[in-house]
């Protein structure tokens, strides 16, 4: 779940995500052959793959399959010699909301695939590996933020990710603030295609300026265009959030937030007037700071507010939500939780 810096992180820019306390659980038994058999509580189906011979991911059913097909396949790329394995997923994450689901069942079927293979992978290369996946399976091509969070989160901290050199750096969540994401009960909607124009936008802003990355531009030189201005405005912010944070300054750090959103409605254009009622009535409920999360288009919304007043701010949004829009808001706080793991 991202607190701040949305579409900067395939700029080679910053973001601050962490990971949360739901999650996918991949529970498994090894198999003599290569077969990969796996059934979801979430989604319908049974995936059945020889992951000697995984098949292509965009072909795959159900749907879901693609993603561990192409896990799969992108491990038997880097010479994992592949065991087969009985798998159940069972997940907590909302699908489909912007929380990144899709990357915690990749990071957790790499996990659970390696393991049957007795193989392993350093933290980052699951994290590539899994990024990879899902521009296989989706074609959609995603930057790294949500797949490094997955694997990398730590309990009680967000991470700052530098998305260029791919360092993260743990940033604690000061005491006495709590993390709430509101669903807006709308689906995100023309999410892959709206987000691979956004991409493209970004990489053409960046060839005109003949910079590597928006990360190298300045405020100054994308002044008149406003999709490579919201990146550089937002690394900016990103970064200063990160130090607001550390040093227990949340006031900052909630404006930072609210202008990111301001910056994501007004010059990314990946708002929605749902989410961006949340924000409103969030803010003026006394959020230090709210903005949408994800990469827009519906979904939902992450706020911070002081933990005396976030359980009846979520119900009041909730009913203010309904009353204006006629929709069902679902609100919930989450805890910054440890990345991905194996148990025996
Ligand atoms: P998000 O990542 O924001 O939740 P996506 O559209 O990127 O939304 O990913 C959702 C897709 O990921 C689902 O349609 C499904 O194919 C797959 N997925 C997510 N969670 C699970 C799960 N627990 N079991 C099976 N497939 C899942
Ligand atoms: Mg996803």
Same mark, same amino acid.
């Given at each position: ?35 990969? /058999? ?39 790329? /880097? ?108 689906? /995100? ?156």
């Amino acid at each position: 779940m991202n607190l701040i810096g949305d579409h900067t992180d395939y700029q080679e820019g910053w973001c601050v995500p962490m990971a949360i306390d739901r999650e996918v659980v991949v529970t498994w038994t090894a198999r003599p052959d290569a077969i990969v /058999r796996a059934t979801s509580d979430g989604q319908p189906g049974v995936v059945e793959l020889d992951a000697n011979d995984p098949p292509d991911p965009r072909t795959v059913e159900p749907r879901w399959g693609s993603y561990v097909a192409a896990v799969a396949r992108l491990l038997q790329d /880097r010479g994992v010699t592949p065991r087969g394995l009985d798998a159940s997923v069972h997940s907590t994450v909302p699908v489909g909301a912007g929380l990144s689901s899709s990357a915690a069942l990749e990071v957790a079927v790499a996990c659970a695939l390696l393991d049957a293979a007795d193989a392993e992978l350093a933290p980052l290369d699951v994290a590539l590996l899994a990024q990879a996946a899902e521009h296989a399976a989706t074609g959609v091509p995603c930057g790294i933020m949500d797949q490094l969070a997955s694997v990398s989160g730590r309990a009680g901290h967000a991470l700052l990710i530098d998305c260029r050199s791919l360092t993260t750096t743990p940033v604690l969540i000061p005491t006495g603030v709590a993390v709430l994401v509101v669903h807006s009960g709308v689906d /995100r909607a023309l999410v892959d295609s709206e987000y691979a124009a956004r991409r493209e936008a970004c990489e053409a802003a960046a060839r005109r300026l003949g910079v590597l990355a928006l990360r190298d531009a300045v405020p100054a030189d994308v002044r008149d265009d406003p999709f490579a201005r919201h990146v550089v405005s937002e690394n900016a912010r990103a970064l200063a959030f990160a130090d607001a944070l550390r040093s227990g300054d949340l006031r900052t750090a909630g404006g930072l937030m609210s202008a990111s959103h301001a910056s994501l409605r007004d010059d990314f254009r990946v708002s929605t007037p749902e989410l961006d009622t949340l924000v409103d009535l969030l803010e003026r409920g006394g959020a230090h700071g709210a903005r949408l999360t994800g990469a827009g288009f519906g979904g939902c919304v992450v706020a911070l507010v002081a933990d005396a007043r976030v359980h009846a701010l979520a119900a009041e949004t909730a009913v203010d939500y309904g009353a204006a829009t006629g929709r069902t808001a679902t609100p919930f706080v989450v805890r910054a939780a440890d990345g991905a793991r194996s148990e025996v």
